[in-house]
């Protein structure tokens, strides 16, 4: 662990509110000396890629880790509740796991089609998907000894992973989603141990490929999830608004998330402009309610977030409603996503307040 870390002596994790708790659905921008982002605007990458870091391969670890430091501590000063370690490390929300399994070939990637209708360059399964290590246990135990908030860890799922790759080992795509779960539910046991509060596997993929969802993903998802030892959550949106710009109207897989073992289900509603009533489909879940948009550049009005917060009321109690942002911060500005964080602590507290 990097020098620059402070340690905290002992942690209490406790909810800070009973209810409308805040939370972010895991990336926080990245400072423009760690990485740059004009490398990284539009595109999201499914292999490495090393080009968009400024620091050499030496100074890198302990650059992320002060990088990390400032995106825990911009949480904190936020007022949120549950934070994530802004996942600065990742060049992606999934490549950073997703190339550290055996069975990849990395120097002859495949290509499938990205959720745009672009052709985009992914991991060619060439063997047997094993996780040799854990790859994200330094993250958690950094995160967990440099914050008293509750912590989540984010990890891509198997079904979205399974899309996200070339396959040339497995008898079919079902086969390889069953395996990267494997990997997975290995990775979820070892990030509680480490001391993780919740587990957020990220499955934006199945809003993308609905058919093939509903064929295997909850599947996969529940293997991935079983026996895990803390609260966990599955993450679908509709795509980083920084790629996808045309966002529909209603999910095309959703209902279907109800069967899944999961403790919460994370969606977005604000960009979209999503009918709260969908909320009413997930009866069973503590649900994620996107109550920030990526796609605006302005910081939301605190009253603006609130009026959303209430209208998701109107279909799900407030036991079961966790207040978020739509999606990942990374594509936004440190200001702008600072300042959305800190509209949306204030329209919860003041939705809270009344009730």
Not at 215 to 230: K, S
Request: hydrophobic share 45%; aromatic share 6%; proline share 6%.
């Amino acid at each position: 662990m990097a020098s620059s870390a402070t340690q905290l002596e002992s942690v209490d994790p406790a909810v800070t509110h009973t209810l409308l708790p805040t939370a972010v659905v895991g990336s926080y921008p990245q400072p423009e000396w760690l990485v740059d982002r004009s490398a990284l605007a539009g595109k999201v990458p499914r292999v490495r890629a090393r080009e968009i870091w400024r620091v050499d391969d030496a100074l890198l670890e302990g650059a992320q880790d002060d990088a990390t430091l400032l995106a825990i501590r911009d949480m904190e000063r936020a007022g949120i509740d549950i934070v994530t370690d802004g996942e600065v490390r990742r060049e992606s929300y999934s490549n950073h796991f997703a190339t550290a399994l055996e069975g990849i070939d990395l120097d002859n990637p495949g290509v499938t089609t990205g959720r745009s209708g672009q052709t985009v360059h992914v991991p060619r399964v060439v063997g047997e998907i094993r996780r040799p290590r854990p790859v994200q246990v330094r993250d958690v135990a950094f995160l967990r000894a440099n914050t008293d908030r509750r912590i989540k860890a984010t990890l891509p799922g198997p079904f979205t992973m399974s899309q996200q790759a070339h396959n040339d080992y497995y008898p079919d795509t079902r086969a390889l989603a069953l395996a990267y779960a494997d990997a997975v539910r290995a990775e979820v046991a070892d990030l509680f141990a480490a001391g993780a509060d919740l587990v957020q596997l990220d499955e934006p993929w199945m809003q993308a490929r609905p058919e093939a969802a509903k064929a295997y993903a909850v599947e996969a998802i529940n293997h991935a999830l079983a026996d895990a030892a803390g609260t966990t959550v599955v993450h679908m949106c509709f795509g980083y608004a920084a790629t996808v710009k045309d966002k529909p109207a209603g999910y095309s897989f959703l209902p279907e998330l109800d069967q899944c073992v999961a403790d919460q289900i994370s969606i977005e509603t604000a960009q979209p402009k999503l009918d709260p009533a969908v909320l009413e489909c997930l009866p069973s879940k503590t649900v994620l309610v996107g109550v920030i948009s990526m796609g605006d550049p302005e910081v939301e009005d605190p009253e603006v977030v609130a009026q959303r917060i209430r209208a998701a009321l109107l279909h799900l109690p407030a036991e079961r409603l966790v207040v978020a942002p739509d999606c990942g911060m990374k594509y936004l500005t440190r200001d702008v996503a600072y300042g959305k964080l800190c509209a949306m602590v204030e329209g919860a507290a003041r939705v809270r307040d009344a009730l």
